[in-house]
């Protein structure tokens, strides 16, 4: 029997160390999973507060929290009698909009475009109001020859 316990004796003397490598192994892993998994958790949160940082500032350019007529034009700005005009606006903040004279389409938003055919040269007003009673006036004219 001497012959059986030989390899035996060798398997228990380097079971231990089979036993130390085994967890070293294993933590090596488990580092290289958490780095990973720290790592990505540090972009993602990174770039969240980049986006709410760029929405910030995408408010505040728009206007921020306030009543504001972004934009009001006429194109073209100069027209034959009876001719399409488009007259194109963007507002922040309103909860109501028209267009005098009497242009159909006209509401809330931030870039719209409607369509008008004036007989005569004609100043139009855009006027915004908000929740609050507020309300802001602009105007143009467009130009029939």
Known sequence: MPTQRAPLEGVRRLLPWTSVALVIAAVYVGWIFFSRWQ?????????REKQAESSRATLQRIGGSELKILSFSATPGAVGRGERVLLCYGVNNAKTVRID???????????????THPRRTT???????????????????????
């Open 39 to 47: 790592t990505n958790r540090d972009l993602e949160r990174a770039r």
């Open 101 to 115: 004279p009497f242009v159909d389409g006209v509401g809330p938003a931030l870039s719209r475009c409607v369509e």
């Open 123 to 145: 100043e139009y007003t855009i006027t915004a109001a908000d929740n609050s009673g507020h309300s802001a006036s602009e105007k143009l004219t467009v130009t029939v020859q």
